[in-house]
């Protein structure tokens, strides 16, 4: 089992950063050409995310750990 951390500053609000995260998560903001996201439940914690990457080939799960809202989002 592997783990990643990733972390990054701004100045944006933090509603500007949840908007964003909460549109990939449940794929309202689709890339043409890109990765697909799909929202298994409600945002909300014991939920996951499907990715499934360009191409087609490889699918993704990740689990929603926690969420605070305009906070914090741990998967």
């Known amino acids: ?3 990643t951390s990733y972390a990054a ?7 500007a950063i949840w908007d964003a995260l909460h549109k990939w998560s449940t794929g309202i903001v689709p890339q043409a ?3 697909r996201h ?3 439940g409600e945002f909300a914690a014991g939920s996951t995310i499907t990715s ?3 191409g087609g080939d490889t699918t993704l799960t990740t689990d929603i750990l926690s969420v ?3 906070r914090m989002l741990a998967a």
């Open 1 to 3: 089992m592997w783990t």
């Open 38 to 40: 799909e929202l298994n």
């Open 33 to 35: 050409g890109g990765d």
């Open 68 to 70: 605070v809202e305009n």
């Open 9 to 15: 500053e701004t100045d944006l609000p933090p509603e």
């Open 52 to 54: 499934t990457l360009a």
